[in-house]
């Protein structure tokens, strides 16, 4: 009985003597910083300060000598100091006391990757500093310990770090309904961890599947919020030995954290393209019209206004929900901005973009340069001195009058003897083109009368009936169709009251900047409404408080912006003809908007393989080519600044303080222990 009980203990001691080893030993975790050993802050861990004992302690610039060190699971380890990533300050190179980052006492900094730090006498990080890094005993001539071991708390914050702490939760291959066939856009879907962690991280795809090296790789995006959404241009490969279709599966991982990745949960098969169409229309599959997989929309030009050919011209294929079929589409990319009666050129700086905005003055900070050069240039607007009396930047023949355009139009107003004379939502009143608000809310008709579509007056057989049509056709003489009934409007606005911004003619409620919504928003844009006046603004979001839209659920062509919450993705809302919205502004086909997507084409190279001493981690240096328009932002400048960085190496990071002579030697005592034991054992029973 004794003896088991010497030999459980004994073993028991051993195994606690195995933990204290190091094996367990506390390490930061991703995009985390923690006062530990030397030992223990290697391969993918970096130091940024030594310290001569865990608490209490005098410190020392990295790399240093001191055993303990504050350590850091996020960047390559760069310690130059840029004047604005100082943790603390010393009063030496090493031996020495320390104070916070904004002291003035000492001079010796010790600084870290891209951290902004400041110091707290709270017990926890404040929201926009949420790095845990050191405490000191006071803000000045300090000791130095642990987060948790003095009062002066230094925290800081890291968009590094922040991306190292993203990890993905899910990834999976968006797959439209059909077959998806070959050169058809897929779409694949990436959630993070959260927002907080991931938003502007990079994620990086791999696509597999079949021969490996001819697959054409996706180009990486950053998170918006915890969702990236990347886009593979789909390729056919034949199954094994030509029999069948090959299935492909695609891992996302994030830039800045390599290990953080995920497979994709379902897979995707590719199909030859056997598919056969002539122009657009003749797509019956959306995903197939979408991406254009036949390569007709060159074809599919309606008008020869409309030029396919040409450079500035960028023609698709868009499938619409709505009709359920596919359309023609087309943007033009170079034409100069032309501004409607009332209106000025103003310039987004933001977006570095154009726009009409009514008004002769312009929102604060958009108002356009002037050189004064006496020519009207096509980036300046009514607000300047050299547009003054001319047309450059005004539609129709317009001239700009008092710092908008002004005077007669060339053409005057848009005649017509029927709706079908009218761009697509108009109608034709007494001879004239506008644009019915296509709204009954908030409009007052007559006694006896009530509202069709903005319209006041009577169903063809009265109040209490109603006649189904199409078109004026169907209707007897004297009603009109009407939101597919035969209605009688009247012709006079006595007693009819509408909603602002829009007024009454003939009975009918309409928008008061006709001009505006007879030709929709352009690419890029949405509808927005200052002061009862509508324009189209660059983006996906409009002016405070000038949102376009009135909230009653349905998308209506000229009341309704692509950022009201009644527009959903794939409405024309108030879009020029052929764009639709998609994000909240007016776009096109999703292969022409994806145009307009900035990425970040990676090209690494290994300088230290996993063989190469010391062992455990190989060195990656990397480098990006920015593929878009957007060129700012932290997804940007990481890109095109490349870096260095240390990846773990599969099922080879090694053990802190523990390496393999040390586990030798531990078995080895293990082994003489056990065979003491047999021995004393074998003596005994001899006896």
């Not at 000191?136 to 190292?164: E, R």
């Not at 299935?247 to 994709?264: C, E, K, Q, V």
């Not at 596919?326 to 033009?332: G, H, I, K, L, N």
């Not at 480098?623 to 960085?645: E, P």
Request: with cysteine; proline share 4%; net charge negative.
């Amino acid at each position: 009985m004794k003896r088991g009980m010497i030999k459980r203990s004994i073993f028991a001691l051993v195994v606690f003597t195995f933990l204290l080893s190091g094996v367990f030993a506390a390490l930061p975790d991703s995009g985390k910083c923690i006062v530990n050993t030397r030992a223990e802050c290697t391969g993918n861990y970096h130091i940024v300060m030594g310290l001569s004992s865990p608490t209490s302690a005098h410190g020392e610039v990295a790399p240093g000598a001191y055993n303990n060190v504050l350590c850091c699971a996020f960047g390559t380890g760069t310690t130059t100091c840029s004047g604005l990533n100082t943790v603390i300050k010393l009063s030496a190179p090493s031996n020495a006391h320390a104070e916070i980052a904004n002291g003035t006492a000492y001079s010796t900094r010790v600084c870290y990757e891209d951290l902004s730090c400041t110091s707290t006498t709270s017990s926890t990080c404040p929201e926009n500093n949420p790095i845990q890094m050191l405490s000191l005993t006071s803000t000045t001539n300090a000791h130095i310990g642990a987060f948790a071991d003095y009062p002066v708390k230094i925290c800081c914050s890291s968009a590094i770090a922040q991306m190292a702490s993203c990890t993905i939760n899910s990834a999976l291959w968006v797959i439209p309904s059909g077959d998806v066939i070959e050169g058809q856009n897929v779409e694949m879907l990436v959630t993070g961890s959260s927002s907080a962690d991931c938003n502007d991280a990079l994620v990086v795809f791999d696509v597999r599947g079949g021969d490996y090296n001819s697959i054409i790789q996706p180009m990486s995006v950053p998170f918006n919020g915890n969702t990236a959404r990347g886009v593979w241009t789909a390729q056919h490969q034949a199954g094994f030995l030509g029999i069948g279709d090959v299935s492909y599966t695609f891992n996302a991982s994030i830039f800045m954290n390599p290990g953080a990745s995920r497979l994709s949960s379902n897979t995707l098969t590719v199909k030859e393209n056997h598919i056969v169409v002539n122009v657009c229309s003749d797509y019956t599959v959306p995903g197939q019209c979408n991406s254009d997989v036949a390569n007709v929309a060159d074809d599919s030009s309606p008008s020869t206004d409309i030029d396919c050919s040409s450079e500035s011209t960028l023609c698709g294929c868009v499938w619409n929900t709505a009709q359920t079929r596919c359309e023609f589409s087309y943007t033009r990319i170079d034409e100069p901005l032309k501004c409607d009666k009332g209106e000025t050129k103003c310039y987004d700086t933001q977006t570095e973009t154009s726009y009409c905005y009514p008004g002769n003055t312009c929102p604060s900070g958009d108002t356009p340069s002037c050189n004064s050069d006496g020519i009207c240039d096509t980036e300046e607007g009514c607000t300047c001195s050299d547009c003054n009396g001319r047309t450059d930047t005004c539609s129709g023949g317009l001239t700009c009058s008092g710092g908008s355009c002004g005077g007669t139009t060339t053409t005057g107003n848009v005649t017509c003897t029927e709706d079908e004379d009218c761009e697509m939502g108009q109608n034709c009143i007494l001879g004239i083109c506008h644009m019915p608000i296509h709204t009954c809310e908030d409009v007052t008709c007559p006694a006896g009368q009530y509202c069709r579509d903005g319209t006041c007056g009577v169903n063809q057989t009265g109040t209490n009936g109603s006649v189904t049509c199409i078109g004026d056709g169907d209707c007897a003489s004297g009603n009109e169709c009407i939101a597919g009934i035969c209605f009688n409007p009247v012709d006079s606005c006595t007693g009819v009251s509408c909603p602002s911004p829009s007024v009454c003619i003939s009975g009918t409620c309409v928008n008061n900047n006709g001009s505006l919504v007879t030709d929709g928003c352009d690419y890029g844009y949405t509808l927005c409404n200052a002061v009862g006046l509508f324009f189209c603004y660059p983006g996906n979001t409009c002016p405070s408080g000038e949102t376009a839209g009135n909230n009653n659920g349905v998308c209506e062509f000229g009341f309704d912006g692509c950022s009201s919450s009644d527009c959903e993705d794939s409405d024309r809302d108030t879009c020029k003809q052929g764009l639709y919205c998609i994000n909240e502004r007016c776009s096109s086909v999703l292969p022409l908007a994806n145009l307009n997507l900035s990425n970040c084409r990676i090209t690494q190279t290994i300088e230290k393989d996993c063989n190469t001493e010391p062992t455990g981690y190989r060195t990656i240096t990397w480098s990006g080519v920015w593929m878009g328009n957007i060129t700012s932002g932290a997804a940007y400048s990481r890109c095109i600044a490349g870096g260095t960085d240390n990846v773990p190496c599969p099922a080879e990071i090694q053990l802190p303080f523990f390496d393999y002579l040390q586990m030798i030697i531990t078995l080895v005592v293990i082994a003489g222990i056990y065979v003491s034991l047999v021995l004393k054992s074998k003596i005994k029973k001899k006896k």
